[in-house]
Structure formats: structure tokens, C-alpha cells
């Protein structure tokens, strides 16, 4: 009788026991650092004959996933890869 009592306990604790760590897994730790892209539009400003470099401005929204902030900012730039893109921290 007193087997069939200690299994049962040991069964409902193990049960009651919770795995926190593979809940924990499966969301990213978040960068309270970054402030990533949501939003962003790119036209291009093309320059004088006498210097027809083309510079792309681009407006963009970044959000910061700890804080809650967003902000609007602006770049320019003569180099297209360089300008702000969806999911990038800036």
C-alpha cells in the first residue's frame, strides 16, 4: 500500500513540474539597442549637369521592441545598398 501511495506521489509531481526553458526558446531575446526598420521610402535626387551624381533620400520609421518608440528619421546617401531596409537595426 505504501509503494502504490509513494508512486502516486512521485506521478502528480512529476506532473506538476513545468519545462520554462522550452517556452523560453521559442522568443528571441529582444535588443533593447536596436531600433529596427518598419517603414521605409527611398526616391531618388538626381544632381546638376555639372554633377549628375544621384542621391537617394530615404524617410523611415524605426520602432524599438523594448520601449515601444518610434521615430521618423531621414537619409541620404550616393550609395543605393546603403540606404535603410525593413528589418534593419539603425
Given at each position: 500500500m505504501k509503494k502504490i501511495l509513494l508512486s502516486a506521489i512521485v506521478l502528480v509531481a512529476m506532473s506538476c513540474s513545468s519545462n520554462d526553458d522550452s517556452s523560453s526558446s521559442d522568443t528571441p531575446a529582444l535588443d533593447c539597442n536596436c531600433d529596427r526598420v518598419v517603414e521605409a521610402n527611398?526616391?531618388?535626387?538626381?544632381?546638376?549637369?555639372?554633377?549628375?551624381?544621384?542621391?537617394?533620400?530615404?524617410?523611415?520609421?524605426?520602432i524599438n521592441d523594448c520601449t515601444g518608440i518610434q521615430r521618423q528619421k531621414n537619409h541620404t546617401s550616393t550609395s543605393y545598398p546603403s540606404r535603410p531596409q525593413l528589418g534593419q537595426c539603425r
Open positions: 527611398t526616391f531618388n535626387v538626381v544632381g546638376t549637369p555639372e554633377s549628375p551624381a544621384i542621391n537617394y533620400h530615404t524617410i523611415y520609421t524605426t
